[in-house]
């Protein structure tokens, strides 16, 4: 693996944590100055997108949640009845 794909794939690590490219760039070694600049420019890269898109299916299977069952969870509170909490 080169410098470069290491750095690559530390970004995108990086950015599936918290799914904010400055603060990846900054937590991959970027100054905080250019984070911004550097996370954009890194973001656009075609195999960045694919270590990404790797990092966030790994999530995916490791939780075992998907946007489906998040959906399904909110709307289950959302039309929860309150009532049923007083009896």
């Not at 070694?29 to 973001?43: C, E, I, M, N, V």
């Amino acid at each position: 693996m080169t410098p470069t794909e290491s750095r690559h794939r530390r970004f995108a690590a990086e950015y599936a944590i918290n799914l904010n490219r400055t603060e990846a760039a900054t937590r991959c070694g970027y100054s905080p100055r250019t984070a911004a600049a550097q996370g954009h420019r890194l973001f656009k890269l075609p195999e960045v997108q694919e270590y990404i898109q790797e990092e966030l299916e790994a999530r995916t299977k490791r939780v075992h949640v998907d946007a489906d069952r998040v959906l399904r969870e909110l709307a289950r509170l959302a039309f929860f009845d309150v009532r049923k909490l007083l009896r």
